[in-house]
């Protein structure tokens, strides 16, 4: 018995760091239930407005355009999508706003362009986008699967209820879903952009993934937000202490057969 106290508290406070974290990133970008914001207005800081959107789709743009007119030197369409990340991050830095976002591009992109210069390929390029649609598509559906669902982890503590969520069969079976659904929109990039990249297409690789980008991440933080906002009816997000939520939820734990 004494050695099982011990790993259940590890193991909440586990899910508890996580979800802080989730939810914390998820107020960062934007979703903040406490405001009262509109789908639209969601969704549109979720993607950072017209300053996120350049910031995602430009650096991308410029190669494929470069890249196409000028395969060669490699260099030259490598050097200016890392170059217009780099100018993003300053700018953001020099008004003092939040430049993870930014700083996040800039790495990624440094980190692609200095694969591609090693191999000398274009396609390559684009390696580090096929392993991240891998890993996330994969650890979503995963933790969906077994029941620990990602979106409902970052959902519970950003309503205010922590992992409460998993005794309500309803919350269950939406975040499943939801999980599963965003795992199947980075699978299907994956899907997409991988035979591509194999067959050495950087022009067609680079303009679907701007295609399978920001136009589907969108409607996907829609329909996330409009099913969060439907188990969480207005008067009832955040009503609750979150401490008292896992009062009730062991309670409710203990009170089972």
Do not use: C
Not at 137 to 148: E, F, N, P, S
């Amino acid at each position: 018995m004494s050695g099982e106290t011990p790993q259940g508290d590890r193991e909440q406070s586990a899910s508890e760091i996580l979800g802080a974290a989730l939810s914390g990133a998820a107020r960062r970008a934007g979703v903040d239930p406490a405001e009262g914001a509109n789908t639209h207005t969601v969704v549109w800081s979720a993607i950072g407005g017209w300053r996120g959107i350049l910031e995602s789709v430009l650096p991308s743009l410029a190669f494929v355009v470069l890249f196409t007119i000028r395969p060669e030197p490699l260099i030259l369409a490598l050097g200016v999508s890392v170059g217009l990340a780099a100018v993003f991050t300053i700018v953001r830095l020099l008004q003092k706003s939040p430049p993870s976002a930014a700083i996040g591009g800039l790495v990624a992109a440094g980190a692609a362009a200095a694969l591609a210069l090693i191999t000398g390929r274009g396609q390559d390029n684009f390696v580090p986008g096929l392993i991240t649609n891998a890993a996330y598509g994969t650890v979503l559906l995963v933790t969906a699967l077994i029941g620990w669902s990602l979106i409902g982890i970052a959902a519970g503590f950003l309503m205010g209820e922590g992992m409460a969520w998993r005794q309500d069969r309803r919350k269950r079976r939406a975040f499943l879903w939801l999980g599963v659904a965003w795992s199947a929109l980075f699978f299907a990039r994956l899907a997409v952009q991988l035979p591509l990249y194999l067959a050495g297409e950087v022009t067609a690789l680079g303009t679907l993934k701007l295609i399978m980008g920001l136009p589907l991440f969108a409607p996907m933080v829609a329909v996330t937000w409009l099913v969060v906002r439907a188990l969480y009816p207005q008067d009832k997000r955040g009503a609750q202490d979150p401490q008292d939520k896992r009062g009730a939820q062991a309670a409710e734990t203990s009170s089972e057969p």
